[in-house]
């Protein structure tokens, strides 16, 4: 019913304008109507300056390893990273009850980290932002160790783009 209303004012305001006659008595409704027309363009006037903005640059962080690991004694896991350039965060927490001997081992098989974690306080993780290139670029692996041959567990997230 609406748009048959819209449709019948539009159409009277159209003829009322070439005609240049105006019968407000054949159509009460053409205030309302003009009216509404006025906000509707209002709101059309609102929402493309909304549009007009430049929206800003999100990149999402990549998670390229996170998880939680109970090994037996020694375990590893890796990652891959493949980027022109990029910032990357990485974490490693030990939440075994005896030291952890941790290393990274880089795509060119290098120990690119290689620290003992202990069993509380800032020693028990490593959290580090590096900045890393095609030179850093393909499969990277963490390796550990309790230093007692017991099961340990250990949380390993690496993150780019951060």
């Known amino acids: 019913m609406k748009k048959i209303t819209l449709l019948l004012s539009s159409t009277l305001v159209a003829s009322s304008l ?12 053409i205030t309302t109507t003009e009216t509404s027309l006025s906000s509707f363009t209002a709101s059309e006037t609102r929402l493309s300056s909304f549009l007009l903005v430049k929206p800003p640059v999100i990149s999402p962080q990549a998670l390229l390893l996170g ?8 375990g590893s ?17 030990n939440w075994s ?9 880089s ?6 980290l290689d620290r003992r974690l202990t069993t509380s306080g800032d020693g028990s993780k490593i ?3 590096v900045d890393w290139g095609t030179a850093q670029n393909g499969n990277w692996s963490f ?8 099961q340990g567990k250990i949380e390993l997230a690496v993150r780019d783009d951060v």
Do not use: H
């Open 18 to 29: 070439f005609t240049g006659s105006y019968v407000s008595s054949a159509y009460p409704s």
């Open 67 to 74: 998880e939680t690991k109970t090994f037996d004694g020694q």
């Open 77 to 93: 896991s890796g990652f891959i990273f493949n980027k022109a350039s990029s910032k990357v965060r990485i974490y490693v927490k």
């Open 97 to 105: 009850s005896k030291p952890v001997d941790l290393k990274l081992i």
């Open 107 to 112: 795509p060119q098989g290098y120990n690119w």
């Open 127 to 129: 959290e580090t932002t």
């Open 143 to 150: 390796t550990y160790v309790t230093t007692d041959g017991s």
